[in-house]
């Protein structure tokens, strides 16, 4: 079978990258410093940021290093009005720093409009709603609703459990071993690049009819 490139990144050069990632820092400096060099890598492809507009934590480092090395134009933040006092370090952060902030009113909300921009989803470490927003992609993926490249950035072996509890899923049934490679692996930046634009479509993955007239479009 012929290996089918994602329609998302094929012939294009500057993408935007939707990174779903902590509001803390993390246990080990090399989160930070990883994920600075992720936004080097980033800026050297002229490639754009959609994330969830948080200032603290690794989305805040992600955001405020993109701005600096690419321009506010670059980085686009999507946050609710309930999070901006727990994941903001401001209520109103300069744009100069972090970029443009657009507040809405729901998580909802929040990842239709990130998706409804992205060309590629990202996952660095993080929490609770970094693993929801990325398994919810996923998903997505599986069934049809869109092609784009998800990548981990394995920072540390960070995602090594995850991993292995995919893998297990495949012997134990749960998931296919075609569709266990919608997810691709990055240990650095420059794979983290590279992964999102060789990404093929995994095997097996259900092509089904999201655009129907008596079904709602998706908002990706």
């Not at 050069?13 to 990883?34: D, H, I, N």
């Not at 998931?175 to 490679?181: N, V, Y």
Request: net charge negative.
């Amino acid at each position: 079978m012929t290996d089918i490139v994602s329609t998302a990144v094929a012939a294009r050069t500057e993408l935007t990258l939707c990174v779903f990632c902590g509001a803390s820092q993390g246990a080990s400096p090399a989160y930070a410093e990883e994920t600075q060099a992720l936004a080097v890598a980033m800026s050297s492809q002229s490639w754009s940021l959609i994330y969830g507009g948080g200032t603290l934590g690794l989305m805040g480092h992600l955001a405020k290093n993109l701005v600096r090395l690419s321009g506010p134009e670059a980085v686009h933040g999507v946050i609710p009005e309930a999070l901006i006092r727990t994941e903001r370090g401001v209520i109103k952060p300069e744009v100069i720093e972090y970029g443009k902030t657009t507040v809405v009113h729901s998580m909802h909300e929040r990842k239709a409009l990130m998706a409804s921009e992205a060309d590629a989803f990202v996952a660095l470490p993080g929490g609770y709603g970094t693993v929801e927003e990325l398994f919810e992609v996923i998903t997505w993926n599986q069934l049809g609703i869109h092609d784009r490249p998800i990548v981990l950035f394995n920072i540390g072996g960070f995602f090594d459990h995850l991993l292995a509890w995919i893998e297990n899923s495949v012997v134990q049934g749960f998931i296919s071993r075609g569709t266990a490679d919608i997810v691709s692996v990055a240990n650095t930046p420059e794979e983290v690049i590279q992964k999102v634009q060789e990404y093929k479509l995994a095997v097996g993955r259900h092509l089904l009819d999201w655009k129907s007239k008596d079904m709602k479009t998706s908002a990706i």
